[in-house]
């Protein structure tokens, strides 16, 4: 099984910056695309980012271009979720998913493990 734990989240204010790690452990498929979800209180889990094993392929959810950049450490089986100028709406639990593909996903069901999530809250 593969097991993937996230770290990072907090409190920031409006405008601050945070950086995600999903740290991959266990029986992995070496070339799988991952990816982040959040889910904010009240609301269904959503599509966040993805990256491709090569790290070379990425996309983003319309609500967070250009403020996230997503990234990968395939040497250290980690990867990160950069955000900056986070935005109150940004407030969710952020979790990472791989899957056992190489190509990049943006729906739920197309993700095999995840993560137990990590907490952000944007003050405004």
């Known amino acids: 099984q593969v097991q993937l734990v996230e770290s990072g989240g907090g409190l920031v204010q409006s405008g601050d910056s945070l950086k995600l790690t999903c740290v991959v452990s266990?029986?992995?498929?070496?070339?799988?695309?991952m990816g982040w979800f959040r889910q904010a209180p009240g609301k269904e889990r959503e599509f966040v980012a993805t990256?491709?094993?090569?790290?070379?392929?990425?996309r983003y959810a319309d609500s967070v271009k250009g403020r996230l950049t997503i990234s990968r450490d395939n040497a250290r089986n980690v990867m990160f979720l950069e955000m900056n100028s986070l935005k109150p709406e940004d407030t969710a639990v952020y979790y990472c998913?791989?899957?056992?593909?190489?190509?990049?996903?943006?729906?739920?069901?197309?993700?095999?493990?995840w993560g137990q999530g990590t907490q952000v809250t944007v003050s405004s």
């Open positions: 998913a791989r899957r056992r593909t190489p190509l990049i996903a943006a729906q739920e069901h197309d993700y095999d493990f």
């Open positions: 990256i491709a094993w090569s790290g070379d392929n990425t």
């Open positions: 266990g029986r992995t498929y070496n070339r799988d695309a």
